[in-house]
């Protein structure tokens, strides 16, 4: 059993940066792929990115490439999602989730409200 909890949410202008984290605990941490999505009301949950359980790989959707990145520290149970220009589209409920695929992600934090002004 993985259970995750982001943190680091908040209020931003355009254009500003913002860290989102996600701590894990539970031994399959470091075994499993892990991920971030986001949803903005009235529209569905959207993937973000993801990254290996050894961190070697990582996956973009083509809304965040070069903007964003997801990087993970297994010593530490941590994922991380650095976010860089925001824009006011990207305000969303961010979730981290923990899975053995890209496709099927099996468990999920509770969400981290990120708001960003025009």
């Known amino acids: 059993q993985v259970q995750l909890a982001e943190s680091g949410g908040g209020l931003v202008q355009a254009g500003g940066s913002l860290r989102l984290s996600c701590a894990g605990s539970?031994?399959?941490?470091?075994?499993?792929?892990m991920g971030w999505h986001r949803q903005a009301p009235g529209k569905e949950r959207e993937f973000l990115a993801a990254?290996?359980?050894?961190?070697?790989?990582?996956k973009y959707a083509d809304s965040v490439k070069g903007r964003f990145t997801i990087s993970r520290d297994n010593a530490k149970n941590m994922l991380y999602l650095q976010m860089n220009s925001l824009k006011p589209e990207d305000t969303a409920v961010y979730y981290c989730?923990?899975?053995?695929?890209?496709?099927?992600?099996?468990?999920w934090g509770q969400g981290a409200q990120v708001t960003v002004s025009s």
């Open positions: 989730a923990a899975g053995f695929t890209y496709v099927d992600w099996d468990y």
């Open positions: 539970g031994r399959s941490f470091s075994r499993l792929a």
């Open positions: 990254i290996s359980y050894i961190g070697d790989h990582t």
